[in-house]
């Protein structure tokens, strides 16, 4: 099994930062896509960035690019979100995936391994 930790949520003004850590621990060897999700109350959960294991092929949706940057450091099996111009609409729980397979895929049911999520809070 794979455990996975998120950290680095808040609340924050629109047009702040955060940044988000997703720490994974247990058999790590047995994953491989990493990606973040968010879910805000009432909607489906949304793909917001993906990263290949040797981190050389990343994947942001539309509604995130340019202000969303997803990076990783395989030494200490971490996986980080930078989210730069934050805007009121990307109030959500955020949630670190990972995958048996080194596809990014946008589907949440592609993903194996869920942390339990953090809030991000952002006021106007």
């Known amino acids: 099994q794979v455990q996975l930790v998120e950290s680095g949520g808040g609340l924050v003004q629109a047009g702040d930062s955060l940044r988000l850590s997703c720490a994974a621990s247990?058999?790590?060897?047995?994953?491989?896509?990493r990606s973040w999700f968010r879910q805000a109350p009432g909607k489906e959960r949304e793909f917001v960035a993906g990263?290949?294991?040797?981190?050389?092929?990343?994947e942001v949706p539309d509604s995130v690019m340019g202000r969303f940057t997803i990076s990783k450091d395989n030494a200490n099996n971490a996986v980080y979100l930078q989210m730069d111009t934050l805007k009121p609409e990307d109030t959500a729980t955020y949630f670190c995936?990972?995958?048996?397979?080194?596809?990014?895929?946008?589907?949440?049911?592609?993903?194996?391994?869920w942390g339990h999520g953090t809030q991000v809070t952002v006021s106007s």
């Open positions: 247990g058999r790590t060897f047995t994953i491989y896509a």
């Open positions: 990263i290949s294991w040797n981190g050389r092929h990343t």
């Open positions: 995936a990972a995958s048996t397979s080194d596809t990014i895929d946008i589907s949440a049911d592609r993903y194996a391994y």
